[in-house]
């Protein structure tokens, strides 16, 4: 039993997602989220720049006295790859494993897709850990750097015109290439998972790369006894690196479906 | 006669095409353009980071041994209005009061758009540049921030449905409010004027902020007698903080119309 909380960070908003799924498994868990709003998003900046990035970010949340860290960004994720090892001083997640294995389970016809930022699917993170799991299945990466924005701007919602051409744009890369499953490599693509899923037919499993490493998390934690056994619904700590908390404070309420104004606050990233 | 170049300043891209607009008027001048690509985009920022991102770009700029400093991003010039005084060392101009300049001589109807990012259209400094100069002007702004990432994923060229369909959608805004002038107040939307053109109609004129800085400044210059009188065409030199300098180089060597891959160069702009 361990009652400090779990720490998850994201570029943004997008790990939004993680937090709300992690708080439907575990409700009693105490949550401290990080943000990087001042510097996203992520997904096109280099490799050196976003380690640094990832370095300070996973410093303050280690300062918060956090039981595990989640990195719920696809792009900060596929960054970490092979610079983390067992040597991290608590249990620490990102988000590749959990959806690969995930993939992995689903695939029948062994072709798998991903669609991230430019960054993670550069990076080819997903790729390579599916390829470790099992080493049959073909995967097939799209950048769809675009999508960040348009869920960002609120171009969201199954009849959004605009987000279905880009979508339409970018999925056609897997026509020749006979997917079953498809993952969705970044935190903010789930909120357009409608139109994707329309795009792509009903045979195409979408697996949700937040959902599964939440699921994944809870039974780690559950299996190593670190769950929080209080009798209370545990809380969310809101950070952002941007003093501009506004539109984190209100696209975060739609996103958690409760107003979280007033408990979002200011962290100078730079200082870590 | 002064033969230090000319610093060139924005969060990334959008500046070259006052570079270019500078080549053309002022063939003999050399420029130093620094792209902030590490920290882009500015847009969706709040003052107090904008305003620290911005002190360290004119600070390398200003160690670079310019005679002049334009600081092209749309977005950065909205939040130095009021901050940046006779105080300064050497020649200093946002794209503000050029463009302002322009809208005002260009209206005769007295209704003039402004179309920005968030941070540019909250700040309103279009708004008030063009009060102070022509108190009867009715001004209304309107932030159409996706523009500069599909500008920026090369969604541009006149037949692009997508970015048809979202000015279509920003600039209904203005369709109750009669305007005959509009600002492109940022220096991405230049690339897209075709499409805003085709939208807003002829009788709108459409003033191009970085192109009316481009030649404010040459007249500036040529009045202080500050002009490079060497006989040959002028150099670039590119910098940018983003290690990742291979998008930067292939992008920039489009909108420069020459290639630029080999004379960009990476800054550690943190260091400023």
Chains 1, 2 share one sequence.
């Not at 969201?156 to 890369?173: F, P």
């Amino acid at each position: 039993m361990d009652r400090r909380g779990i720490g998850v960070f994201d570029s943004g908003l997008g790990g939004l997602t993680v937090v709300k799924e992690l708080r439907k498994i575990m409700p009693y868990e105490d949550i401290v989220y990080f943000g990087d709003t001042a510097r996203l998003p992520y997904g096109t900046r280099g490799r050196d720049v976003l380690f640094s990035y990832i370095k300070q970010s996973i410093r303050f949340l280690y300062e918060k006295d956090v039981k595990a860290i989640i990195v719920a960004c696809g792009t900060a994720s596929s960054v970490l790859v092979g610079h983390v090892g067992p040597e991290m001083p608590l249990p620490f997640w990102t988000v590749i494993p959990a959806a690969s294995q995930a993939a992995v389970e689903a695939t029948v016809n062994c072709r798998v897709g991903v669609i991230g930022t430019s960054a993670t699917i550069k990076s080819d993170a997903f790729g390579r850990e599916i390829g470790k799991l099992a080493p049959m299945i073909r995967v097939k990466g799209v950048a769809c750097p675009l999508f960040v924005n348009l869920v960002e701007n609120g171009y969201v919602g199954r009849d959004n015109e605009v987000t279905r051409m880009v979508a339409r744009d970018y999925l056609s890369a897997f026509e020749d290439f006979g997917i079953d499953t498809l993952i969705l490599g970044c935190t903010h693509f789930p909120l357009i998972a409608d139109i994707v899923g329309d795009i792509m037919g009903e045979k195409v499993t979408l697996i949700d790369s937040g959902r599964e490493t939440a699921k994944f998390v809870a039974a780690e934690l559950r299996e190593k006894g670190l769950l929080n056994d209080q009798q209370r619904h545990g809380n969310v700590s809101y950070y952002v690196s941007d003093k501009n908390m506004g539109e984190f404070s209100m696209i975060g309420s739609i996103f958690m479906e409760e107003h979280i104004q007033g408990f979002v606050r200011h962290v100078d990233i730079n200082q870590y």
